[in-house]
């Protein structure tokens, strides 16, 4: 028998049991337990189910790999002699290029790869362009219309795609194309047949280093792009595809070579006008007096009059030193020589403070700009609303506008350096009558690629601007306004007509013609 103690203890310990309510405890720990385990599955589920779908399409990516082949077709042309037999050498074309690409694959190890070829022009442009320079298809719109037939027949996978007649609509669809395919794991490599065009930089910039994935092809009839060359990609030759010499541009009465062997079909430059001015149809000295009181069309003196004999304005003969370039004349449509060219402009340290340089005409010069480093244009495009640089004060040193809301501070040299290059974008509207020493707008084109010359990228500059002689010939005392007006990348001269508030900054001569 139990002692009272016991009893006692035992029905204390009960009573203590049954005050903790330590079942009730157990059991909602075990429901919690429950629900836990519950969203544990349901996770563990959806991530097995994830990682299915992923090995299915891995295994399908895996099953068709294929590599790319893009084509500027404005500028990489075909070997000449498949291009005048048509269709069947178009056919000739297309199976040169698989096989070339083929064998380049194979010395990777990554044959088992279907072959897409895209190749993108202007039909219309390109077809004009090798009909009048060297006769190599016919004088029809589409006379290339056979050879692209011949082309595309030849494979399944394989497109010659007319990208229509506007200027950078094939530049459009090669950009896209490279965007959508770059990170495709079905896509094993891609060749990029478009390295003498120096506006695709940036598209492809963003895979420097990838040798393994990207191939940059290039051809000794264009100028390989030096900056391509700074990517760290795979360059190839596809040998027997592509014309291995430049072309010569014709027109009447002369021949001349395209140094360096860009080619400038209309999808790029017109390619239906000349290079250099041709010689006019219409005589001077039969001229009528009607004809005497016309206006002079001024696209005609620079080669670029479409309307041709049907002009309504007057054709008068370029004079020779219009025709004949000369040292540092830009010609029309020959960018190649550009970069070049701009070497004849002054230096900073060759104009000395309140001087300007001009040329052998008279016109303004503006120094030669230093190339900014990558990245730094990108930088000052990207600084907010509330920061915009004044343009006059970081170029200058000096804003006469108390109340300018630009940025005054300080800054780096790559920023200042890409501030310059874009103010100088900007056409002074004075153009090369400009004396004021501290303008800081453009008064010279100073854009290896600009489209006014056969480029492709966009210019603000007037076209007329760009046929300055760019020889540094003498320097000037410049004018400045007596009161100075404010800084800011919005600022524009005034009126050219407003001559009583410009004086020069030689105070020996209070007189000075604006035009003069």
Request: aromatic share 6%.
């Amino acid at each position: 028998m139990l002692s009272d103690q016991a009893i006692d203890d035992a029905t204390a310990a009960l009573e203590a049991f049954r005050r903790s309510d330590a079942l009730a405890k157990l059991l909602d720990d075990y429901s919690s337990l429950l629900d836990d385990y519950k969203r544990l599955k349901s996770d563990y589920e959806e991530e097995r189910e994830g990682r299915e779908r992923y090995k299915q399409l891995a295994r399908s990516q895996e099953r068709n790999p294929f590599a790319l082949v893009l084509v500027d077709g404005d500028g990489y042309i075909f070997d000449e002699d498949l291009v005048r037999a048509g269709e069947e050498g178009g056919s000739r074309a297309a199976v040169r290029l698989n096989d070339a690409v083929k064998n380049s694959l194979r010395r990777r190890g990554i044959d088992n790869c279907e072959i897409i070829i895209r190749v993108y022009a202007d039909l219309v442009g390109l077809s004009k362009f090798l009909s009048r320079n060297g006769g190599q298809c016919g004088a029809e719109k589409r006379s290339l219309s056979s050879f692209v037939a011949g082309f595309n027949r030849s494979h399944g996978l394989t497109d010659f795609v007319d990208a229509g007649e506007l200027k950078e609509n094939a530049d459009f669809k090669l950009k896209a194309m490279l965007r959508l395919y770059a990170d495709n794991t079905q896509c094993k490599h891609i060749f990029f047949a478009a390295c003498h065009d120096i506006g695709y930089i940036a598209d492809v910039t963003p895979f420097r280093g990838h040798v393994d994935r990207f191939t940059l092809v290039r051809t000794p009839s264009l100028r390989f792009c030096d900056e391509f060359k700074k990517l760290g990609m795979g360059i190839e030759e596809l040998p027997g595809v592509f014309r291995t010499t430049p072309i010569h541009i014709n027109h009447p009465g002369t021949a001349l070579t395209n140094r360096s062997g860009v080619t400038p079909p209309s999808a790029k430059s017109s390619a239906s006008m000349p290079v250099r001015p041709s010689s006019p149809t219409k005589s001077l000295q039969s001229s009528s007096a009607g004809e005497e009181n016309q206006k002079v069309c001024q696209f005609n003196k620079i080669g670029k009059c479409k309307f041709g004999n049907g002009c309504k304005l007057k054709h008068v003969k370029p004079s020779a030193s219009s025709t004949a370039p000369g040292p540092g004349r830009l010609q029309k449509n020959d960018f190649s020589s550009a970069s070049t060219e701009l070497h004849y402009l002054p230096r900073k340290n060759d104009i000395p403070p309140g001087y300007v340089a001009i040329n052998r005409d008279g016109c303004r010069l503006d120094p030669l700009l230093e190339t900014p480093p990558p990245g730094a244009m990108a930088k000052l495009r990207a600084r907010p609303e509330d920061q915009k640089l004044c343009n006059m004060k970081q170029l200058t040193g000096y804003c006469g506008n108390n109340n300018c809301p630009y940025d005054h501070d300080p800054i780096s040299d790559d920023l200042l350096m890409a501030l310059e290059t874009l103010s100088r974008s900007l056409p002074c509207p004075r153009r090369g009558t400009c004396r004021v020493a501290n303008c800081v707008n453009g008064h010279v084109c100073q854009n290896p690629d600009c489209k006014h010359r056969g480029g492709k990228s966009f210019c603000r500059l007037p076209y007329l601007v760009h046929d300055e002689d760019l020889h540094f010939d003498s320097l000037m005392p410049g004018i400045t306004k007596d009161t100075d007006y404010g800084g800011g990348s919005h600022d524009r001269l005034d009126s050219i007509d407003d001559k009583s508030s410009w004086r020069r900054t030689d105070s020996t001569d209070n007189t000075f013609d604006l035009l003069g």
